[in-house]
Each structure stands twice: as structure tokens, then as C-alpha cells.
């Protein structure tokens, strides 16, 4: 298909059409809203259902039954309405329900502000909900990469049963760029059979029950035993990162969604400059990719965030002390300025150490 102009949140929205979502619930909340309301319009048209619920509470557990009767089910929301799904989403998760889940972060905490942030990352990747459980964490950085990550979120999901999630922030979902889809949908009638889901059998078969509740602790502990070895063989297969000129880089900025754009170009100022900077770009927070960053001999390391430093805590158990990891962020909605990054860079060119001045 050829390429159209699209914003990040239409686009979302669009390409989980494409990949045989066929069920959204969800309710509005700056700045997300315009997935539902594209949902609103497409979602009829496509044969599937959009249902605006009463609240964010009601929405996940919406997609919590239509998931579990084996639909591709979705939600997005924005920070302070994530919060009120946490305890869904660790219902979905316990009884292994795959779906998506989007957050369009903006700035907290509390109701905070509508302008983008990512201090939310901590709530996605250590605390979206009680119980031991990971969801798969996408971090998509322009809209086309959004539209290539949604079929396989949710083809991933399916696979082994776990939930995944987007996270994103304002300024992506309100972005405008060309965005190219598959000349085909995907077809829902067509997708792999999920035997678990509990559908009606006629008979032919024993019912199947989903429940997160399991009273006796010996058989708790083995469905989680289980639950985490599907996460280890997630680690092995999702693990997806770019590295931008960090072949022979001295400072590697590490910077996802948004800000990984920002940190892109003040990489090349940099080099322009002399300095050998580089990037590198998690694409999936959950599995972090840990051992890719570990592998880059930098002199020094420095993690861009929109927040008070949240993903430099991965970086740092990445890098393990081989190397100096600073911090750069902005907050309440403010986005680093690449005047203002670039700065930092150059002071650590000169003193990779940062003698204290991260902030």
C-alpha cells in the first residue's frame, strides 16, 4: 500500500484493525483519545465491536472477557487511567489472557498535565499490577514503526499467552508522518485456533475454565513456575534494539520512543563536532536488551529520558559498573531540548567521570 500521512494514534488504531483486532473497549483520556474515536468510526465497518466503557476499570475487564473467549482484544488509555487497570491487567495476566493494552504516557503524578512524558516506564516494566508477572513492553519511535509493531504485539501475545503492551507518549501519538500498511489485512477467521479459550463445545470436549484464583499454594506456585519459563523463552526470541553508530562511539546515549529521536540528532551534532557519540535504542522495554548494551565499550554512557531517571536504573545493570552511566531528563511534561543534551555530551567528552552533575 502506498504510503499516506497518518497520526500516531490513527495509525495505532489502524494497524490493529489490519492484524484482526476486532474488539476495543476503552474511555477517553487525553491525549490517547483518538484511538478510540478512529476505533469509533472503523471498528463497525471492519464487523467488529467499540464499546466506550463507563471507566477505565470497566474497559480492562472487558477486554478480559473477550480475550478470554478468544478474541483479539484491546484498550488504550493514558497514564492516570493505566493505574486504575492495574488490577485487571494482573487478573489478565494470571489467567493468561493475551491483548493489548496502549499507554499514551503524559506527565504526572496524578492527573498531572496532558503534555507527553515516559515516567511510567517503572509501572510498565517493574509494577503494572500485583503477583509476579511481566507483560511484553513495546516502545515504538515514529508512526511507521508503530504500524510494524502492533501485528506483532499481538501475534507474540497469542503465541504465549501473555499480554502486551505499547508505550508510548503524547508526542508520538499525536505525530503526523507517512505510514505505509500491509496490502492485505489480516484475516480474523484466519488466525491460529486458541484451544484454551473458554467458547462454547457443543459437548465435544471437557469446558475450559480460566481463573487467576488458586487457593492451594502448591498449585499457585506451579502455574507461575510455568508462566516464567514462557517468559525465558520470550527473552530468548523478543529482544529488539537499534544501535546507531556505536561502532566506535566513546559516549552512547541511550534513549527510547520520542526521545530516541531527540538523542538521534544530537548524536550526529556531536560527531559533526568530533565527539564519537552513538545511540542506542531499546524498541522492547520488556525484554530489555540487556546484553546487546552490555556488549559496547563506551567510555562513558548517558540516559535520555522525559522523566527523573527511570529507565537509566537498566541501563546501569546493563553496563554493571564497566563504564560511567549518567542521566539527563526533563519532567511534567517537558521534552529535552537537543541544544540542551548536546550540551551534556560535550561536557562528558571531556570528562567522561560527570564528576556529580547528572540531574
Not at 69 to 86: C, D, Q
Not at 338 to 357: C, I
Amino acid at each position: 500500500m502506498e504510503p499516506i500521512l497518518m497520526k500516531g494514534n490513527e495509525v495505532l488504531a489502524q494497524a490493529a484493525i489490519f492484524a484482526g483486532c476486532r474488539q476495543y473497549f476503552g474511555y477517553p483520556i487525553t491525549p490517547q483519545t483518538e484511538i478510540a474515536a478512529y476505533m469509533s468510526r472503523q471498528m463497525p465497518k471492519a464487523g467488529g465491536v467499540y464499546l466506550q466503557a463507563e471507566s477505565e476499570v470497566a474497559a480492562i475487564n472487558m477486554v478480559l472477557g473477550a480475550g478470554a473467549a478468544g478474541g483479539r482484544a484491546m484498550t488504550s488509555t493514558s497514564s492516570p487511567g493505566l493505574s486504575l487497570m492495574t488490577e485487571g491487567i494482573s487478573y489478565i495476566a494470571g489467567m493468561d489472557i493475551p491483548c493489548l493494552i496502549v499507554n499514551v504516557q503524559r506527565g504526572g503524578p496524578g492527573l498531572g498535565g496532558i503534555q507527553p512524558s515516559q515516567a511510567d516506564y517503572w509501572q510498565a516494566t517493574r509494577a503494572l499490577g500485583h503477583g509476579d508477572f511481566h507483560v511484553m513492553v513495546f516502545a515504538p519511535s515514529s508512526v511507521q514503526e508503530i504500524a510494524d509493531l502492533v501485528p506483532r504485539a499481538f501475534d507474540l501475545a497469542d503465541q504465549y499467552r501473555v499480554p502486551a503492551m505499547f508505550l508510548m507518549d503524547g508526542s508520538l501519538g499525536q505525530m503526523m508522518e507517512p505510514v505505509a500498511f500491509p496490502d492485505k489485512p489480516a484475516d480474523p477467521g484466519a488466525l491460529p485456533e486458541k484451544p484454551w479459550a473458554a467458547v462454547g463445545n457443543g459437548g465435544k470436549r471437557p469446558n475450559n475454565i480460566l481463573n487467576s484464583l488458586m487457593l492451594k499454594a502448591p498449585v499457585l506456585e506451579a502455574s507461575v513456575l510455568e508462566r516464567f519459563d514462557r517468559y525465558e523463552a520470550i527473552k530468548q526470541e523478543l529482544c529488539e534494539y537499534e544501535a546507531y553508530r556505536t561502532g566506535d562511539a566513546q559516549i552512547v546515549l541511550v534513549a527510547y520512543g520520542t526521545t530516541a529521536r531527540i538523542a538521534k540528532s544530537v548524536v550526529d551534532e556531536a560527531r559533526k563536532e568530533g565527539i564519537k557519540a552513538g545511540l542506542f535504542r531499546p524498541v522492547t522495554l520488556w525484554p530489555y536488551p540487556y546484553e546487546p548494551l552490555s556488549r559496547l565499550s563506551a567510555r562513558c554512557f548517558l540516559a535520555v529520558e522525559m522523566s527523573m531517571g527511570q529507565m537509566v536504573e537498566d541501563v546501569r545493570l546493563a553496563v554493571n559498573g564497566r563504564a560511567p552511566v549518567h542521566f539527563y531528563g526533563r519532567t511534567g511534561g517537558m521534552i529535552p531540548r537537543p541544544n540542551e543534551v548536546l550540551e551534556r555530551v560535550r561536557a562528558l567528552a571531556k570528562d567522561p567521570s560527570g564528576k556529580g552533575a547528572d540531574r
